[in-house]
């Protein structure tokens, strides 16, 4: 059994019996993600592979954000040698270990989900939203381009004309939107959302874990594929990254 031990002071863990629920803990950036949060998800998500004890994980943010995406300034600082042939940023690492589980992971979301903050919930099993949740990419406006699968994964969910709306007209999508298009599964109002949210978790958690483990691998459709679309995605979104371009839209955006 693996232990676990959280290093960022921004990523808090519950346990409720079976559920194990992973919150983004930093409401005063709306729970923008930073590389040492990443690198918390990565151990949260294996301590609960390793627990034969725990059955379904929830993902949460607090606040009134679930997560403005990436730390605009952790982008800014990264070391271009971190991103060279291909290597796999610490966002990835989370996203391969939610692609490679077997066991349920459910998410439940408010406010803002940007970048990351989307296209995370394309590798959960179930998505609860709250009205507020608002669902926006970001990548073209910053100069960049889509990541963790979501270039291939979103064209099919969605139809190419939606995904285009999110990753090429850099549209919002509204609670009711995403709920409509197949992006979400449950939608709710802000003031149910957690105890909607955990109901949900513990019902989840409550299943036969055998039962739900061949599921998950019987649902689990294009895992090779996606994980080939994110190296390409790894290796132009890096490319992007580090541009001119992109460099400049940052500082605007942090000079605003």
């Known amino acids: 059994m693996s232990s676990l031990e959280l290093k960022s002071g921004h990523i808090r863990v519950t346990e409720h019996d079976a559920l194990i629920q992973v919150t983004l803990d930093r409401a005063d950036k709306l729970n923008a993600l930073t590389a040492e949060m990443y690198r918390d998800l990565a151990r949260a998500v294996d301590h609960f592979r390793d627990r034969d004890d725990l059955n379904a994980l929830l993902i949460d943010g607090d606040g009134r ?5 990436n730390d605009i300034g952790d982008f800014l600082n990264a070391d271009p040698e971190s991103r060279k042939n291909g290597k ?6 989370v996203v391969h270990r939610l692609i490679d589980l077997d066991k349920p992971v459910l998410a439940a979301v ?7 903050g989307t296209t995370l919930l394309l590798h959960c099993d179930l998505v609860m939203a709250a009205d507020s949740a608002r669902f926006y990419t970001a ?14 994964i979103l064209p099919g969910l969605l139809g190419r004309q939606n995904a285009n709306r999110l990753l090429i007209a850099g549209d919002t999508l509204t609670a009711e939107e995403a709920e409509r298009m197949g992006l979400i599964a449950y939608r709710v109002s802000d003031e149910e959302l957690r105890e909607r949210a955990l109901e949900l978790g513990k019902k989840v958690a409550a299943k036969p874990p055998q039962a739900m483990q061949y599921t998950k691998q019987l649902t689990r459709h294009g895992a090779d594929a996606i994980r080939e679309q994110i190296k390409r995605e790894t290796v132009l979104f890096a490319d992007r990254l580090f541009s001119d371009e992109t460099r400049a839209i940052f500082d605007r955006f942090l000079n605003k």
């Open 110 to 116: 408010q406010g803002n989900c940007t970048g990351i």
């Open 139 to 152: 990548f073209i406006n910053l100069g960049l381009v889509p990541e963790a699968g979501s270039s291939l």
């Open 88 to 93: 796999i940023s610490p966002a990835m690492e």
């Open 65 to 69: 954000s679930f997560c403005a995406g």
